[in-house]
């Protein structure tokens, strides 16, 4: 068994296993830290961005990079449409891979990369909400991009990247990043999808058999177990056992794994998602008491859900009830209809909840009476007639690179009253701030990453004691960010093996059985000898039957053995026949020599003398001898032939 | 041989009170738990005596499955597990689970309130029972305990509807409820893998129909309401709450829409909205088109449907009712009807199937004169039309299920003798199946092949495989796998013999016999080697034949020639015996040499 590692994000997730001659993967996360080095697209021509000053190299002088980067505070910018650094087909092919198996809908957007236009012909397995709150993700991010189309596209600056200032300098293979795909790649990699609930058993070429179980991450988040007869392995991405809004985390289906792959784990261990959730509130309620608004940048489904809930309710009893809020997304009224008919995958609570039947989320209600509104765009007719200040808005993107966010950054930022919030955990607030800079506006970072925390973790993995665990090599070291915090490690006395990107892992899964199915009427032909208490042994010789994997074993259709011909008395048999005649029985234990001699004097051969052990057996024509361990030869001598 | 047992408490040959009892490797389940519409007495509720004349029943049932939310498939489920007292668990869909308590209190209204039954269960009972419901999702695999799994399909024929496979060792059932195999303005059609069951049992309400198309149905029905409004007559079409009436609701909604008409409508029901809300919330559940435009455009919201109010019976003019029940045997339909029935500018329109005993069967056979518990006697003189919308699959519906999911066996319920003997018979030519048919309280034993798990080592597998795979590709060539199977711990491993022993702890001894040819052939024993060598090569074509240090061998066959250059030869020809066939024909080969 082999593991591929595509990813070097253990949040953005991509391996290929390889086990009894199936190619699967596991997720397709894009890693989208490589859009920080870009300059942020403006909904609305930016003079500030446009009057950016040029930064060149110095002792170089080429035309062709003149205008692709501009400086910012210090900072280089590449002033061009943003770009993604997906798997690369190096140490796989894609077109080999059988089967794509997604978590949750944050760990599938570089899915169009890999399935088209690389021979990919494989399947795709996915949850319901994955697959429908997946298009979401994929939508949004095509269309912020596409709706800010870029005149002229920088690609020179990756011919000088030793000369550029850091954090450029040190981009990983920028030669292999590529521009954002276009709706109809989405749409024709996400019809290979194949939707499945958790708990379904999912046949592989009746070679494994493939299961999602429910993670508690997100709507329809979850883990995998990968499993034949004999062999299991569980795949934990993204997971959470906070209780939050989607189903819990089934942790019992993962148990006892030969091989447990633990990816996922929380982005910001050192912060507390329930109280990072009680400052927003705080935060928020200050800001807009001041009278300033609030931007915060969002995903357009997930957390976002559980910030309307509670900023909602908090705000009402801080006597704001009326502060508008707006969620504007291309996708927020579909994100918004589809959380309330995904009931099946939600939390017990928000499910008893349709059983009334009322919606399982309140933001269905916050909607109708008007609390939260929701716009595809800025510009969405009605927009403009609904807004005023001061809000919160929830926006994409979170990396301010692209989407409405920028522009109310643009439009904020010089108010010090103001405040943005950053609660996705996917991108360094200061980062993402920096070709805004310098800011007026309040910045505060409350991330919420609801999935495991170092602590969580190692409580799983000694409740799942798997046989081997398999894990990015950052999760055992402490974080970059705090390297005094020893206590941030995966810790565990499970034999542990580490990859990084590029990686190739031999995994420790021997196979030794393989399943048969056999027939009852070959069972009659059992003639089982018990050797020992407890322990018995019959031949078997049957008829195998493969089909789609599946060994079937049968009785061995004897054909009319035909005698070909004839030498003396004896009949010589086809040569077929004789290949597949399998011996009855085996000879075992040990030897009762005298027995031995009475028996072949019984068959008529009178004249055999034994001469102890080992030793001959000797009668005129038969020499026989007798070894120590049991075996014997018999010879025969004097049969002439010409 | 291992077999399957089945015994209908209700729906043998018969609709309505489907309950059927399956026993299948040592675990017993009950299939729905339906009440009969036509009944006012005891036989209402299927007989649980039969599975135990008293005391509990939890015992003796591992677990109880709904299809669907329709009252003559969970009806007495209340019953069952608050007055009988079955308290192990029943599983269901979410769907159902949702919606059924609410037609159970409905009918238990009906039954207590207007009919002032006594012993009936009560509010309380409903939600008790409900609170034992396990609720699951299509696909999932559900382990009620060790070794019983059951797995839920998309039925298509109410909301939530499903079918259920349900596998004990390597037997498995799958059971219909009922379904719909084409899809309709709402729902989708009923699907299934190729699980190969050793038995389906399937419903048969329509053994013996082929329906006509579903759009010439349609615009019959709508003619139909069409001519009887304009000529000033009441149209009333009893439904029940959930399932059909949503989707005539969608149907003559938008005719109304296109055709611009006035004439008002109206869902006699408190139940409509909340209804329809259960619609937009499972809307994953309904059909493709739906589910695609529900963002846009919440189907279930009606423009020109409204609720009625009781005291529009006696309005003038013309209107379009829907009305529950369905079959016309209480309720507000049934008083719809004694008032409209005398006048025969009115229609009735019974969009579904019903059972024997209503007074919906006995309009739909032509009674032209009804006579009620109390005497009352309304003469039917509003014309009556029947038109099939139940959602079941029809003949070719099931036929086709069969051809999809491959069973080893089938077994008809649901249905009514004289079809499903006719449908049986068909089964039993097209699929040379066996078909069942039991009656209620009779109990059905199915024979069924049971294959025997057994662990094979990789070694031999592999070895075999590499064999075949060596070989020109001949699917006629058998493949043969020979080794010892080690029984032990309630394991069964079949391994090479050498891996056995060792695994028994025991000690094998060979026999080898060896017999000396001798032969006339000048040369080099080297090249008397090589003749033979080509002679067994021609005979064993498929064998591993191999020449190292002057010795031939094939499986424990050796033969060695020695000698010098002279003419004779002794040629030793040995074996194991478990090679005695192989053994004695090379050597008979070469005795027969230059014969």
Known sequence: MKLYCLSSDPNRPCYVLRFKEITLMLDCGLSTQTVLNFLPLPLVPSARLNNLQGWMPRDISDPQLEGELKECCNRVFVDSAPEFFPPQPKIIDFSEVDVILISNYLCMLALPFITEGTGFAGVVYATEPTLQIGRLFLEELVQHIEQTPKATLASHWKEHLHVLPAPLRDSQKPRSWRHIYNMRAVNSSLARIQMVGYNEKLDVYGAVSVMAVSSGYCLGSSNWVISSHYEKVAYVSGSSTLTTHPRPMDQTALKNANVLILTGLTQTPTANPDSMLGELCMTVATTLRCGGSVLIPCYPSGVVYDLFECLSSHLENSGMGTTPMFFISPVADTSLAYSNILAEWLSTVKQNKVYLPEEPFPHAGLVRNGRLKHFKHIYTEGFSTDYRQPCVVFCGHPSLRFGDAVHFVELWGSNAQNTIVFTEPDFPYMEALAPFQPLAMKAVHCPIDTSLNFTQANKLIRDLRPGTLVLPESYTLPPVTAPHRIDLVVETDRPIIAFKRDEVLTLPLKRKQGRVEMCPELAEFLLPSEVRTGVSLSTLTGGLQVKDNKHILKVLEEGETKAVSTVGKKRIWLVEDILNKKPRNYTWGSLDIDEFIQKITQEGITDAKGSGLPGWLSSHEVVGLLEDEGSMFLQNVGTTAQ | ?595
């Open chain 2, 1 to 595: 041989m291992p077999e399957i047992k089945i015994t209908p408490l209700g729906a043998g040959q018969d609709v309505g009170r489907s309950c059927i009892l399956l026993s299948v490797g040592g675990k017993n389940i009950m299939l729905d738990c339906g009440m009969h519409m036509g009944f006012n007495d005891e036989r209402r509720f299927p007989d649980f005596t039969y599975i135990a004349p008293e005391g509990p029943l939890t015992s003796y049932i591992d677990c109880v499955i709904i299809s669907h939310f329709h009252l003559d498939h969970c009806g007495a489920l209340p019953y069952f597990t608050e007055m009988v007292g079955y308290t192990g668990p029943v599983y269901m869909t979410h769907p159902t689970k949702a919606i059924a308590p609410i037609l159970l209190e409905d009918m238990r209204k009906v039954a207590v309130e207007r009919k002032g039954e006594s012993n009936f269960f009560t509010s309380q009972n409903i939600k008790d029972c409900m609170k034992k419901v396990v609720a699951v999702t299509l696909h999932q695999s559900v382990m009620v305990d060790g070794q019983l799994e059951i797995k839920a399909y998309y039925a298509g024929h109410v909301l939530g509807a499903a079918m259920f496979w349900i596998r004990v060792g390597s037997q498995s059932v799958v059971y219909t409820g009922d379904y719909n195999m084409t899809p309709d303005r709402h729902l989708g059609a009923a699907w299934i893998d190729k699980c190969r069951p050793d038995l389906l049992i399937s419903e048969s309400t329509y053994a013996t129909t082929i329906r006509d198309s579903k759009r010439c149905r349609e615009r019959d029905f709508l003619k139909k309401i069409h001519e009887c409004v304009d000529r000033g007559g009441k149209v009333l079409i009893p439904v029940f709450a959930l399932g059909r009436a949503q989707e005539l609701c969608i149907l003559l909604e938008t005719y109304w829409e296109r055709m611009n008409l006035k004439v008002p409508v109206y869902f006699a029901v408190g139940l409509t909205e909340k209804a329809n809300n259960y619609y937009k919330m499972f809307i994953t559940w309904t059909n493709q088109k739906i589910r695609k435009t529900f963002v846009q455009r919440n189907m279930f919201d009606f423009k020109h449907i409204k609720p009625f109010d009781k005291s529009y019976i006696d309005n003038p003019g013309a209107m379009v009712v829907f009305a529950t029940p369905g079959m016309l045997h209480a309720g507000l339909s049934l008083q719809i009807f004694k008032k409209w029935a005398p006048n025969e500018n009115n229609m009735v329109i019974m969009p579904g199937f019903c059972v024997v005993g209503t007074v919906g069967h006995k309009v739909l056979n032509g009674a032209k004169k009804i006579e009620f518990e109390n005497r009352q006697v309304v003469e039917v003189k509003m014309s009556v039309q029947y038109m099939s919308f139940s959602a079941h699959a029809d003949a070719k519906g099931i036929m086709q299920l069969i051809q999809y999911c491959e069973p080893k066996n089938v077994m008809l319920v649901h249905g009514e003798a004289a079809k499903m003997e006719f449908l049986k018979e068909k089964i039993k030519k097209e699929f040379d199946l066996e078909c069942y048919m039991p009656a209620n309280g009779e109990t059905c034993v199915v024979n069924t092949s049971m294959t025997i798990p057994l662990d094979v080592s990789l070694k031999l597998l592999k070895a075999e495989a590499q064999k075949n795979n060596s070989l020109p590709p001949d699917p006629k060539r058998p493949r043969v796998m020979h080794g010892v199977l080690v029984m032990k711990d309630n394991s069964m491993c079949l391994m090479d013999v050498d891996d056995a022993c060792k695994e028994a702890g025991i000690n094998r001894h060979l026999v080898r016999f060896t017999s000396t040819l001798r032969m006339e052939d000048p040369g080099p024993a080297s090249k008397t080697a090589e003749k033979l060598l080509q002679l067994i090569k021609t005979r064993l074509k498929d064998c591993h034949v191999q020449l190292t240090d002057g010795s031939i061998s094939v499986e424990s066959v050796l033969v060695k020639v020695e000698g010098s250059e002279d003419e004779q030869k002794n040629v030793y020809v040995s074996w194991d015996n478990q090679d005695e066939e192989l053994g004695s024909y090379i050597l008979g080969l070469l005795k027969t040499m230059g014969h």
